[in-house]
């Protein structure tokens, strides 16, 4: 039933390690994004890829690799982990007719130490 | 490049009370606009938007936006404040053309209180 979902929602790890968070749209949707979102709660927006296509690719250190296997699907790679990447991750997606109407995933909260 | 500033990062009022939160943006085109909300540990959720047509524009819980061109604003309102309202609110823009980059204001928090 969930229209956007995250795993983990909470991941701990320590500074150098590498992981990855997935992201699934069961909405049908052809466009997915990831947000970072900081301790002030600023959101800003990292990718965007569109029929597994990249099209938005902001300023982030290349250590941020996403990858889309499919249109329903969007997951961030994180090599060499830095007390700066401490966030909330929020994966999105929009219908095709409609970019800008963007459904939210619940987000992960990643906590570097 | 288009921006938006939401003005008072906390606002608090009583139930039953009107809801203001303060969103101007910046754009050098016609900007679509947006208010999402933000429960507590959850994600975003669409509250109304602003893309063409009537300026006045009604969204979900009872919540309205009116775009301002003359004022570059896009104030979020609601007559009557109820406890589950309490939240962050975004207000967020795109430019026509690039609607897939949506630029978020830094939030403003909604405090309800009895």
């Known amino acids: 039933d969930t229209a956007v979902s995250q795993t983990p929602k909470y991941l701990v790890t320590q500074m150098g390690n590498d992981k990855s968070i997935k992201c699934e749209q069961n909405?049908?949707?052809?466009?997915m994004y990831w947000y970072k979102q900081d301790s002030k709660k600023f959101l800003k927006i990292m990718f965007s890829?569109?029929?597994?296509?990249?099209?938005i690719n902001e300023t982030v250190p290349n250590r941020f690799s996403p990858k889309s296997p499919d249109k329903a699907h969007l997951n961030l790679h994180i090599n060499s982990l830095e007390l700066g990447d401490s966030a909330v991750y929020f994966c999105?997606?929009?219908?095709?007719?409609?970019?800008?109407?963007?459904?939210f995933g619940p987000g992960t909260r990643l906590t570097v130490t | 490049a288009q921006s938006v500033t939401q003005l008072g990062s906390h606002v608090s009022v009583s139930e039953g009370a009107l809801v203001l939160l303060r969103c101007n943006y910046s754009?050098?085109?016609?900007?679509?606009l947006f208010w999402y909300v933000q429960y507590p540990n959850q994600g975003l959720q669409l509250l109304l938007k602003?893309?063409?047509?009537?300026?006045l524009v009604k969204g979900i819980n009872g919540f309205e936006a009116e775009f301002k061109k003359s004022e570059t604003s896009f104030h979020l309102t609601k007559p009557s404040a109820h406890m589950s309202d309490a939240a962050e609110y975004f207000c967020?823009?795109?430019?026509?053309?690039?609607?897939?980059?949506?630029?978020f204001g830094t939030g403003t928090r909604l405090q309800v209180t009895l």
């Open positions: 999105a997606s929009s219908p095709a007719g409609s970019r800008y109407e963007q459904y």
């Open positions: 909405l049908g949707h052809d466009t």
């Open positions: 890829y569109n029929n597994k296509e990249l099209i």
């Open positions: 754009s050098s085109v016609p900007p679509y």
């Open positions: 602003y893309t063409t047509g009537a300026t």
């Open positions: 967020a823009v795109t430019l026509t053309g690039t609607a897939s980059k949506l630029t």
